[in-house]
T-cell receptor
Framework: DAKTTQPPSMDCAEGRAANLPCNHS???????VYWYRQIHSQGPQYIIH???NNETNEMASLIITEDRKSSTLILPHATLRDTAVYYC????????????FGPGTSLSVIP | DAGVIQSPRHEVTEMGQEVTLRCKPI?????LFWYRQTMMRGLELLIY????????DSGMPEDRFSAKMPNASFSTLKIQPSEPRDSAVYFC??????????????FGEGSRLTVL
């Protein structure tokens, strides 16, 4: 049972773009891709979601490949406050009414 | 709206004592979730409710854990008796509609439980 996979950790220089990848090879046609982040000791915070098209909001951009088997979360100008754990929701375990979190990617933004 | 409100923020208790964690979801939200977070196991879904009715409690670790939602604005997670391995941060979250479809989860600040 394949599931969402993310690198456990990444570094990014302050002011540069942070590109966080996620593989979701078993995604079905009507499942959304969701991203959350968790800053140390706080509750997770919703970032963005998408279905097929690329999405952008005030926090980030989401790029979804045409076959929808992977996505990339982009923080265009990372700041120190973006240091957090980023979760691409585990779609293989998520039904429409609940959200299951995997281990995520720990992003460190370096001055 | 004040967001999801959890209490207490910190709880230190001794093994064998009863612990009750409380959550007030965002007004109008029809889903409520309880999660537990530890370093070893990450963020685990314990139970969730829809319109005050428990939908899935398969994540509840054992019979010592129970959760209730007597009305749309209040939920409790109870541990009786508590054990040191229950030490964790417990998060409550709420959503309007299907959080895995087009909605999003709103989390509280968590209740940090330490069982000695």
């Amino acid at each position: 049972d394949a599931k969402t996979t993310q690198p456990p950790s990444m570094d990014c220089a302050e002011g540069r773009a942070a590109n966080l990848p996620c593989n979701h090879s078993t995604i079905s046609g009507n499942e959304y891709v969701y991203w959350y982040r968790q800053i140390h000791s706080q509750g997770p915070q919703y970032i963005i979601h998408g279905l097929k098209n690329n999405e952008t909001n005030e926090m980030a951009s989401l790029i979804i490949t045409e076959d929808r088997k992977s996505s990339t979360l982009i923080l265009p100008h990372a700041t120190l406050r973006d240091t957090a754990v980023y979760y691409c929701i585990d779609l293989s375990k998520t039904s429409y009414d609940k959200v299951i979190f995997g281990p995520g990617t720990s992003l460190s933004v370096i001055p | 709206d004040a967001g999801v409100i959890q209490s207490p923020r910190h709880e230190v208790t001794e093994m064998g004592q009863e612990v009750t964690l409380r959550c007030k979801p965002i007004s109008g939200h029809d889903y409520l979730f309880w999660y537990r977070q530890t370093m070893m196991r990450g963020l685990e879904l314990l139970i969730y409710f829809n319109n005050n009715v428990p939908i899935d409690d398969s994540g509840m670790p054992e019979d010592r854990f129970s959760a209730k939602m007597p009305n749309a604005s209040f939920s409790t997670l109870k541990i009786q008796p508590s054990e040191p391995r229950d030490s964790a941060v417990y998060f409550c979250a709420s959503s309007f509609g299907l959080a895995g479809f087009t909605g999003e989860l709103f989390f509280g600040e968590g209740s940090r439980l330490t069982v000695l």
